[in-house]
């Protein structure tokens, strides 16, 4: 059975750091992207990151860029998000997914098959 479960959440303060994980089964794991989508109180979920399993291409939107990492790895079928200087207007429901890098809007949904139940990031100010 297809699974990902995300892990790492919590409460940090503005300028903190956390690193998301996502543990992925169920399938092979080196012919899916992976992608990381958040959704904020109140707001659209939106993406964050993704990372290509074709080339390992990361992409990243512009308001995470230079302060979150995505990386894989292969060996422990695990994606990771390392979230530096974390903002108040990070904190959200944190969400990883399995399918393609194939669009920043909710387009056969963002082009992913299989998805995580999420974990919350709350950044104090």
């Known amino acids: 059975e297809v699974q990902l479960v995300e892990s790492g959440g919590g409460l940090v303060q503005a300028g903190g750091s956390l690193r998301l994980s996502c543990a992925a089964s169920?399938?092979?794991?080196?012919?899916?992207?992976i992608g990381w989508f958040r959704q904020a109180p109140g707001k659209e979920r939106e993406g964050v990151s993704c990372?290509?399993?074709?080339?390992?291409?990361?992409y990243y939107r512009d308001s995470v860029k230079g302060r979150f990492t995505i990386s894989s790895d292969n060996a422990k079928n695990t994606v990771y998000l390392q979230m530096n200087n974390l903002k108040p207007e990070d904190t959200a429901v944190y969400y990883c997914?399995?399918?393609?890098?194939?669009?920043?809007?909710?387009?056969?949904?963002?082009?992913?098959?299989?998805w995580g139940k999420g974990t919350l990031v709350t950044v104090s100010s």
């Open positions: 169920g399938f092979t794991f080196d012919d899916y992207a």
């Open positions: 990372i290509s399993s074709s080339d390992g291409r990361t």
């Open positions: 997914a399995a399918g393609v890098c194939g669009s920043w809007r909710p387009v056969k949904n963002y082009g992913m098959d299989y």
